[in-house]
């Protein structure tokens, strides 16, 4: 039944109200964690760092293959972006995902056995580095195409709107990502038609080896959603209890219907993935961003406000380190897949004429081949 665009904006308001009412964030978006909660940011951080640094390892022995992008440097990021979220979200990251995938509580096995290609992985071993899904906790996926995920984040919104749901979509990327089409067009259909959704730029500084100064004419990137008539803020993203208040506000609004642009600055400590060594910087960009390293940063600021003592420091870590060692160990003895298995989750249900073929198989069945009679044989 066809229907003009006075009832369309008055059924997304009708929703957006039934979104206010029946649900709000727990507490005040800007309440300060507890002390339990502050010392659980600094622990995830450190399992994040000794997964990381574990993986880099794992990719040098060549247990790892394909790309591998890792979040060193931006733990504080990861950790208070994903508290901010309710089991219900639903997330959708870029390719530099395993941080936001252990923080989303999926375990560090899992995750390892994943990058090794394992069975006993997230994705059964298909997926790798950077395309991990897990439907338990609503990770919806890491992406590789950049910018793949916006559109698709947005898609989720919208369902979420038109089912009349409570939850809210958080989509995380680059960047770089903000210099191409579908952000703009996911942007501004999100701001017409009120969607639950939060967009979260992860700018670390450079898109692989550009730097954001280069790329964008306006490298406060936040600034954007000026465009489209939607809220948005900069924060601190080696903060992470910034970092959660932040996201907390944002999700917030998007409960509300209104999208929200969050832009966290936080600088990776490495090169664009495990192969590059980042000479792009020079030593002084290189010395300050070891200085402003989150973890050795936060944790003054705890040890300072005394929830945190070196033996606590000593005891993280080596909890932590013990942790990815033995996620690495898991995946060392987690089966390969078999081959038979690779099309298994093409599709979610069967598709007509779905090519089955690996690579180098024949298209079609040989035909026979024609006798050949040479003369005088």
Not at 331 to 354: I, Q
Request: glycine share 10%.
């Amino acid at each position: 039944m066809p229907t003009n665009s006075a009832t369309t904006r008055s059924t997304r308001a009708s929703r957006s109200a039934s979104r206010k009412t029946r649900k709000n964030p727990p507490g005040p978006a800007g309440a300060t964690p507890s002390a339990e909660r502050l010392l659980d940011f600094y622990r995830q951080m450190v399992l994040i760092r000794r997964f990381e640094e574990r993986a880099a390892r794992a990719y040098t022995e060549a247990k790892i293959g394909g790309y591998c992008h890792l979040n060193l440097g931006e733990e504080a990021t990861v950790v208070g972006l994903m508290a901010a979220l309710e089991e219900t979200d639903y997330l959708f990251t870029n390719y530099r995902e395993h941080g936001y995938a252990i923080a989303r509580g999926i375990a560090p096995e899992r995750v390892m056995a994943e990058l090794y290609g394992r069975t006993d992985g997230v994705s059964r071993g298909w997926g790798g580095s950077m395309h991990m899904f897990d439907i338990g906790t609503r990770f919806m996926g890491g992406y590789g195409i950049v910018g793949g995920q916006v559109p698709l984040a947005t898609g989720a919104a919208l369902a979420i709107d038109y089912r009349g749901g409570t939850e809210a979509a958080m989509c995380l990327m680059g960047d770089g990502t903000t210099n191409i089409g579908a952000f703009h067009e996911s942007l501004n259909i999100a701001a017409l038609w009120d969607l639950p959704i939060v967009y979260v730029i992860v700018n670390n500084g450079l898109g692989m080896g550009t730097t954001v100064e280069q790329s964008s004419a306006e490298p406060a990137l936040y600034k954007r959603a000026a465009a489209y008539r939607m809220a948005s803020a900069r924060v601190d993203g080696n903060d992470p209890v910034a970092v959660h208040e932040a996201a907390r506000a944002a999700l917030a609004e998007a409960r509300r219907g209104k999208p929200y642009l969050l832009e966290t600055v936080s600088g990776r400590l490495k090169g664009h993935s495990v192969v590059d060594p980042a000479k792009y910087r020079s030593k002084e960009e290189a010395q300050a961003l070891k200085a402003a390293d989150p973890i050795a940063r936060y944790a003054v600021r705890l040890s300072e406000e005394g929830l945190l003592t070196d033996a606590l420091i000593a005891e993280i870590d080596t909890e932590a380190t013990a942790a990815a060692r033995a996620a690495a160990e898991f995946a060392d003895t987690s089966p390969h897949p078999e081959v038979s298995t690779l099309f298994d989750y093409t599709y979610a249900t069967p598709v007509a004429n779905d090519a089955r073929q690996l690579p180098g198989d024949a298209l079609f069945p040989a035909a026979p081949r024609p006798t050949v009679q040479h003369p005088g044989v």
